[in-house]
């Protein structure tokens, strides 16, 4: 067989979040591939003598803030008074933001029976849980969408997580479904911070993750001392999102150091081990063994049911929600 002569061949990521467009050395033998990059001296580790708390404090200080007229439709949202009149009128004084309201309202990962021709006709029809989490995520993917060429990855991951962790909010009859949805959505966002902050090292840590099947946490964590579900924690805290989501943002990697792990944690943690196991985003296991997860054994997932999840969610992927 003839061997491997570049990394368009084998299907492999460059740097910068793309596959090279032009034939590149294929790498290291094998075993290299078994040591992490800070390890094999590809990126030496950033130290710049701060404290992990003031770090992540400037990582967050260059995400773009929630742009104005959203965070006051959240708090509007937040209000059982509130009239939809109201948030409507808000809403349309953001033309970009009305748009993709209306954009995800009627892509198939909401699944809306019938075409959802205004923005009043979505928070009628929807109600204002599903509202939230539109706007939500026409926010996050304006966000995304100033990462560059990682962007799709990224994104796909995070719809595809929020997907997954609906279908296993509704299948085990958690009551806050959008909740779940929300948290799964955004679970990865302390990458988006990362990749604005430090594109370099970001994009250096994702080709890793892409072509040598190595972990973002782990790579983050020996690179900058933290790691993106801090950073998400944070974002989701300063965001002021509902505490169960900021924690189960900050824990979604580490199940085990906390003592029991609420429900919302696990549900985040099963959906993210589910989209590794679908391939879905920069991190690919599709070996992956979802019978032996803990979370989803927690939340007392039978194979039957965790392949029915599994199926539901990779036949609305392919329908292209991460397009929205
Ligand atoms: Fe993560
Ligand atoms: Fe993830």
Sequence with gaps: MKPETSAVAAGKLAANGKRPAKPVESGKPSSEGQRNIVERGKLPPLDSGMSSAAKVAEVIGDLPA?????????????????NPREINRLITQDQALAARVLKVANSPFYGASRSIATLNDAIVFMGFESIRSLITT?????????????????????????????????????????????????HDVGKTALFLHAPEAMGIIMEDVYNEGTDFFELEQRMFGFNHALVGGAITNQWRFAANIEEAIA???????????????????????????LSVGPTKKPDLDLTRV????????????????????????????AGI
């Excluded at 006051?72 to 937040?78: A, D, E, Y």
């Design 138 to 186: 026409a926010v996050l993917k304006g966000i995304y969408s100033k990462v560059g060429l990682a962007e799709k990855l990224l994104w796909e991951h995070s719809v595809g997580c929020g997907l997954a962790a609906r279908k296993i909010a509704q299948e085990i009859r958690y009551r806050r479904r959008e909740e779940a949805y929300l948290a799964g959505l955004m």
């Design 251 to 277: 824990d979604h990697h580490q199940l085990d150091a906390a003592t029991s792990p609420a429900e919302l944690t696990q549900i985040v943690s099963a959906a993210n081990c589910l989209c590794h196991k």
């Design 66 to 82: 929630m742009p104005h007229i959203a965070s006051q439709v959240l708090g509007l949202l937040s209000d059982d008074d509130s």
């Design 294 to 321: 803990k979370s989803l054994k927690a939340l007392g997932l039978t194979p039957e049911r965790i392949e029915k999840i599994l199926s539901e969610v990779e036949e609305t992927l392919r329908a292209d929600p």
